[in-house]
């Protein structure tokens, strides 16, 4: 079943500006990652913050946990048109090694 | 970093046929390997992990007879459509844990499925 709301569903944005995106989930979990889909393809993995972390960066991203509210957020900076894809959360549900996504969020970046 | 391949990329089948997708780690022992089924412009949806030597765990709703599992060795498992419907039509999406590691899932390129 899928536990995570992905907000928004869709977003387009001018290239240059940063998008976030946003994820929340039900349960319980030792780890979040985001990943990306280019259409019709199969998944990039992009980040993975623990449960233990507020915040983690790579390159243009910047991630962020809250474990209280159950909700981890996506920043891309300075985006590309290379970018546009669609971004899913997933969530390493405790007590399972499975991996639970989020609907996901189509980015489009606009040259 | 680690590959995961699937075979094939694409497949066009007759309703009622079976078609066998191929999921391998390649530079890498996956003692767990996880099967998803993607609709148009939707999430994965887990369909089943499959467990290196064991059968295969089925999520709610799934139907096991109809997609069959093997997963034989360390590096490879099977998803097998049996009788295949237009419904069946999808992107099916092999994943695998690094046996060292719980933290970390490679994802195969995925294989579109289309039943005529």
Known sequence: ?111 | GAVVSQHPSRVICKSGTSVKIECRSLDFQATTMFWYRQFPKKSLMLMATSNEGSKATYEQGVEKDKFLINHASLTLSTLTVTSAHPEDSSFYICSAFIAASTDTQYFGPGTRLTVL
Request: charged residues 20%; aromatic residues 6%.
């Open chain 1, 1 to 111: 079943s899928q536990q995570g709301e992905e907000d928004p569903q869709a977003l387009s944005i001018q290239e240059g500006e940063n998008a976030t995106m946003n994820c929340s989930y039900k349960t319980s979990i030792n780890n979040l990652q985001w990943y990306r889909q280019n259409s019709g393809r199969g998944l990039v993995h992009l980040i993975l913050i623990r449960s233990n972390e507020r915040e983690k960066h790579s390159g243009r991203l910047r991630v962020t946990l809250d474990t209280s509210k159950k909700s981890s957020s996506l920043l891309i900076t300075a985006s590309r048109a290379a970018d546009t894809a669609s971004y899913f959360c997933a969530t390493d549900v405790q007590g399972a090694q499975k991996l639970v996504f989020g609907q996901g969020t189509r980015l489009t970046i606009n040259p």
